[in-house]
């Protein structure tokens, strides 16, 4: 994070660099590691995340920051198991002209962190609660010189970016916003955008011994999802293409009744304007199934700054809808490669480079 705190005087917003190199020796006022671990041990799957912002509000407040809770609600049908709320913590009374971002909800399934020499293990250890740890102690190292800063933690990331929807009504007047995700300490040039769908497909029950007498359902998804598994996606030059994922798929009522409903989940990754695509999907399923489209965050070029490593991110992220908190740069420790998988991790050097390079 810090690697953009040095080059905050290209931004122009006041950061005397004159003593960086202080920057790099300067006694940690917090352990990022331990951190870290405290967040993982924290269950926050998406709509659970309400017990870490609570963490976390408490933390900050400890720490001589002036606290906010963000409240975002919840729906009857979205599984909320905890109160949620965003936390946006600075100085009292000022107005930031950088707030560091990131969120506070995980994918399932929830496993408890570990650490050997050289990384801490976990669910969310690099998506994104080392990120939140790094973000805090970078924020303290700029705030001790006088830079207008502040975090910002949001909830829902990983399913709608309700979070970030709330924030962005309640801006703070930044000039920049630098959002947190796995980008190995690159700064992002790019975010592919995201269309999630679903597919629905009706049909007619009947005893599987008399299949003429049904309808399945399950046979129309089939073959709707074999439709949209053949469609040619963009390709965008410089970023590459389009990228398409059938994550979930449900339906029927048992192995001897003919299926009278199925429906299928399907992400596709943005490079481009959504128009075309969303008219591809649409003719797959014609005839065999409905669709509607339930998130779109649109592809996003982003700004580079000289000196710094980049990368493109084939991801989604919250940048879309924080709109209003400033110009957006995105940078974090971690691999996305590990995120949402078993063997999830984050390199205890990246996740110190991100403080102190």
């Avoid at 994104?128 to 705030?143: F, T």
């Avoid at 970030?164 to 801006?171: D, E, H, T």
């Amino acid at each position: 994070m810090a690697r953009v705190s040095r080059r905050l005087a290209v931004l122009d917003i006041g950061f005397d660099c004159s003593d960086c190199s202080g920057m790099l020796t300067e006694t940690m006022t917090l352990d990022p590691v331990q951190l870290t671990r405290q967040l993982i041990d924290i269950e926050s799957t998406t709509y659970g995340e309400g017990v870490a912002g609570a963490f976390l509000a408490e933390f900050l407040a400890a720490r001589k920051f002036a606290v906010e809770k963000m409240h975002v609600a919840s729906r009857g049908q979205d599984g909320a198991t905890t109160d949620r709320f965003n936390v946006y913590a600075g100085i009292a009374g000022e107005r930031p002209d950088v707030v560091f971002s990131t969120h506070m909800d995980t994918v399932p399934p929830y496993f408890a962190s570990s650490e050997d020499d050289e990384a801490i293990y976990g669910r969310g250890a690099c998506d994104a609660k080392g990120i939140i740890a790094a973000q805090i102690a970078a924020v303290e190292r700029l705030q001790a010189r006088r830079v207008k800063a502040g975090v910002l933690f949001v909830g829902g990331e990983e399913r709608d970016s309700a979070g970030a929807k709330i924030a962005n009504l309640q801006p703070k007047g930044s000039r920049f916003l630098i959002n947190g995700e796995p980008t190995d300490n690159r700064l992002g040039l790019a975010s592919k955008g995201v269309l999630r769908a679903a597919v629905r497909a009706k049909g007619k029950m009947a005893h599987s011994a008399y299949p003429e007498l049904g309808d399945s359902a399950i046979h129309k998804l089939i073959q709707a999802l074999d439709n949209i598994l053949r469609i040619e996606l963009p390709v965008e030059p410089g970023i590459g293409p389009s990228t398409l994922n059938i994550g979930l798929i449900e339906g029927g009522r048992a192995p001897n009744v003919i299926a009278d409903q199925a429906v299928g989940q399907v992400m596709v990754r943005l490079v481009g304007s959504s128009e075309g695509t969303r008219k591809a999907l649409e003719k797959a399923v014609a005839g065999l199934a409905e669709i509607e489209f339930t998130l779109e965050l649109p592809f996003l070029r982003l700004k580079a700054i000289e000196g710094l490593k980049t990368m493109v991110a084939s991801f989604g992220t919250d940048i879309p809808e924080l709109s209003n908190w400033g110009e957006p740069l995105l940078l974090g420790p971690g691999s996305i490669h590990v995120a949402h998988t078993p063997d999830e991790k984050l390199s205890k050097r990246e996740l110190f480079e991100a403080i102190s390079t």
